[in-house]
């Protein structure tokens, strides 16, 4: 895991300098090294990175492909703050692309984990009353 993280710290300094193909470039391979070694919260670190740099790029289907991808391990490694977060970047690209409803969906899955997980800075950035109605949380 040395070399895959490595190589994920390299493109996320890229994302940061806003070189979005360079650091796709970088979580790309870091994925191939996480796979091939069965590293699977590796793995899902790697396709939420892919899909970030790739939302900064502008290509939003992209990301959401990745975020899926990300989401699907996380479920499956029962992570339940890497499958909040993961929902709370789908719903961000979602609102992005302008597909609302589906944007609301992703947020109310993760306020829902929040809740459970009892994370108290999710509660504490929550519309507050008369807000709180207008969103249905």
């Known amino acids: 895991p040395g070399l895959g993280r490595a190589l994920g710290q390299i493109g996320n300094v890229n994302y940061r300098l806003g070189r979005w193909d360079q650091a796709c470039e970088y979580h790309e391979k870091r ?22 740099a790739n939302a900064g790029a502008g290509r939003i289907d992209k990301a959401l492909y990745y975020y899926k ?15 909040a977060q993961a929902c709370w970047s789908m719903s961000a690209a979602y609102n992005l692309k302008g597909e609302y409803d589906l944007a609301i969906q992703y947020q109310r899955r993760h306020l829902e984990i929040a809740r459970l997980l009892d994370d108290k800075m999710t509660k504490c950035v929550l519309p507050q009353p008369p807000l709180l109605s207008f969103f249905e949380l």
């Open 69 to 83: 991808k990300a989401l699907m391990l996380a479920r499956q490694s029962n992570e339940s703050e890497a499958e």
């Open 31 to 52: 994925l191939e090294i996480a796979q091939k070694i069965l590293d699977l919260p590796g793995e899902r670190r790697a396709l939420a990175n892919l899909a970030n």
